[in-house]
């Protein structure tokens, strides 16, 4: 979906910032973590998954004496299937749970399930599941689905990691060279008939991420070498290599570690780096220590001076004790070129009205190619243009192609545009009364008619509710019940059906609760101001207001569940004045303020009488209140003061 008002996205929104400190996992067979989780969380869902699931690239399956198992005998220890009780369970969903997890999304958007057939059944029931057969066309974050075998049943699951020509790139544990014993890149046929389909999490930054993440830019090296890349691991003492981050045309970041826990004194640790994998320049990071995890990293400009674009690189960690060099595996990076090879669009057809915009986001890939912006073209400047900034405007009824083309690289895109009658703007929704919702909008010119539409769930059918003229811009609807929330959309009507505009967004109100009705207000037998009203058909709970005179400012003292109150709170004789408002079970419909009642209270309650009040109080309370403070309501409206 375009929105008005957000930015564009370049590429150097897309590069993942990593910290790199060492947590170790304590699993069930007591392993320790030999590919930990060196991603720092950036808030995006998307961009976090991908980070996390990047720093396991490489990670294989563990025999019974904690050793990499370099082959695809399948079975071995994971710490991802130990996290959810089966350490030697297949693991390429219990992998993605995991990454999930450290990720920090929440499970209601990728469910922690060990089972493929479990995840497709979970995303199909939410409706945000699309068969390979739909069109759909994968984007980062997504989740796929194989079957090798022809059947109907998903096998295997990776995550999608970026999409380029024919080409679907994924993350994917429970795979390898030979399918069954690592974590790995893949680069899979977008139409092989192995892809099922695609379960399409919810993230917080699904409908602004544009991205690609292809690990040709990033790889674990089996290919090199798998003699050379099996982790070093003697006397409490291995040597681990990660993947490389921050990967530009020039430059990268080496990343590895050394769990160190037989408290060995270390004169030097760093990385083997260069692009002969056979002659690798040794470079120190770290040195004279004694500590447990020692984490490495390596900014290689600095280091070692610019690299060229597009160009192989071979790295891996190192370690030196007493005089002995120990190794970890070997991993490759490659630069990416400084040219933009591809320029991606955030949606291949747009509608916009006439006099009315949207906005396209784009970027240049791949990340750390230079981007030095975007030049833009139409087909009709009569049906629509599209500024620098990739605002498109509809000028008149019609389709049109926008064409964008990088001014360093020559990689081009193009949109297609349907310029279409204005959409309905500046709706407002008002409560009238109890029984009435007003719907307001701006006129919109040409406009044959309107259409509103009309459902009490936001995710429920939508019925038509009513069609309106052009001349009309309001309409009451009072077919509602009191409390009742009410989700509307709106169409605009052209005098050619093909021109009706898009439906709006989705808005709500709840409708309005009747007045509280004061029944009471009196002293009770101790002096103190007792308030009873008439209970409010759809109300969960009432709040009491209080003022000192009739005129003056009134002041939330407490939530109420039942239709009674008595004010503990007053500290001074005199009269005081209440009024008590009607709330809705979710909280987002009120009634209005009942009628104003005044008690004139006798005396304020003694010291000595204090801590009886108390226990009256607490007596009253209910569980919305605060533990810690038995005289504050969760909702911040204070109950007593003492």
């Known amino acids: 979906m375009i929105k008005t008002g957000i930015k564009r996205i370049g590429a150097a929104v897309m590069v993942i910032a990593l910290c790199f400190c060492i947590a170790f996992e304590a699993s069930a067979a007591g392993y320790p973590d030999y590919y930990p989780n060196t ?13 996390v699931a990047k720093t396991q690239l490489g990670y294989t399956e563990l025999d019974s004496a904690g050793n990499p198992i370099s082959s695809s005998s399948d079975g071995g220890y994971t710490k991802y299937g130990a996290s959810f009780g089966e350490p030697n369970g297949a693991w390429c969903a219990y992998f993605i749970s995991w990454c999930a997890s450290q990720a920090g999304i929440p499970s209601s958007i990728v469910p922690r399930l060990g089972n493929c057939g479990s995840l497709t059944d979970w995303y199909q029931s939410r409706s945000i599941y699309y068969s390979r057969s739909s069109g759909y066309v994968p984007k980062p974050g997504d989740m796929v689905f194989y079957n090798w075998d022809g059947g109907s049943g998903a096998q295997h699951i990776g995550i999608v990691t970026g999409v380029s020509g024919g080409s679907l790139f994924t993350i994917e544990g429970n795979t390898g060279g030979d399918e069954g014993y690592m974590c790995n890149g893949r680069t899979r046929e977008l139409n092989g008939s192995y892809i099922l389909g695609y379960g399409v999490p919810k993230y917080n930054d699904a409908a602004t991420y544009v991205g690609s993440y292809s690990f040709a830019a990033s790889v674990s090296s089996a290919s090199a070498s798998r003699s050379d890349s099996t982790v070093y691991s003697r006397d409490n003492l291995s040597v681990i290599t990660t993947s490389a981050s921050d990967i530009t045309s020039v430059n990268a970041t080496l990343n590895g570690s050394v769990n160190n826990n037989g408290g060995h004194y270390i ?13 690798l320049e040794k470079y120190s990071v770290v040195s004279g220590t004694s500590a447990k995890t020692v984490s490495l990293t390596m900014n290689v400009e600095k280091k070692a001076g610019k690299l060229t674009p597009n160009t192989t690189y071979y790295y891996r960690a190192y370690v030196t004790i007493n005089g002995n060099l120990f190794t970890g595996p ?15 669009l955030s949606e291949a057809s747009v509608n916009v009205g006439v006099g009315q915009t949207a906005e396209i986001m784009w970027a240049q890939l791949p990340v750390g190619s230079t981007d030095k912006g975007v030049t833009w073209t139409t087909s009709d400047p009569s049906v629509a243009v599209i500024s620098s900034d990739g605002i498109i405007t509809g000028m008149g009824y019609g389709r049109v192609t926008l064409t964008g083309t990088t001014n360093y690289g020559s990689a081009f ?26 719907i307001s909008w701006d006129k919109v010119d040409k406009a044959k008619g309107y259409i509103i539409y009309r459902c009490e769930t936001s995710d429920g059918k939508y019925k038509e509710h009513k069609k309106l003229g052009g001349n009309e811009t ?29 439906i709006t967004d989705i808005m709500y109100i709840t409708a309005k609760l009747p007045a509280p009705q004061i029944s009471k207000a009196q002293n009770d037998e101790n002096g103190f101001a007792k308030l009873s009203w008439k209970k409010v058909d759809g109300a969960e709970k009432y709040v009491v207001y209080r ?11 407490s939530d109420v569940r039942g239709t009674e109150f008595t004010d503990f709170s007053a500290d001074r004789s005199g009269e005081y004045f209440y009024k008590v ?49 038995p005289f504050i309501t969760r909702t911040g409206f204070i109950n007593i003061a003492i």
Not at 418 to 428: A, E, M, S, W
């Open 39 to 51: 991603h720092r969380n950036t808030g995006s869902h998307i961009a976090d998954l991908i980070g």
């Open 267 to 279: 004169s030097a640790a760093g990385f083997y780096f260069g692009s002969d994998k056979n002659k």
């Open 330 to 344: 070997m991993y490759a990076v490659v630069t990416v070129s400084d040219k933009p090879q591809q320029l991606v």
């Open 413 to 438: 895109s193009s949109v297609d545009v349907n310029v279409l009658i204005g959409k309905p703007q500046n709706i407002k929704l008002t409560n009238i009364s109890k029984n009435e919702i007003g």
């Open 474 to 502: 309001s309409y009451v609807d009072k077919d509602v019940k009191e409390g009742q929330r009410y989700y509307y959309k709106l169409k605009t009507l052209a005098e050619k059906d093909k021109y009706d505009s898009d």
């Open 547 to 557: 003022s000192r005179s009739e005129d003056g400012v009134y002041i939330a003292i």
């Open 581 to 629: 408002v009607a709330f809705a079970s979710n909280e987002k419909a009120t009634s209005s303020f009942s009628e104003i009642a005044s008690v004139n209270v006798s005396s304020a309650y003694a010291d000595n009488d204090r801590i009886e009040t108390v226990k009256v109080i607490e007596r009253q309370r209910e569980k919305f209140f605060d533990e810690e403070n």
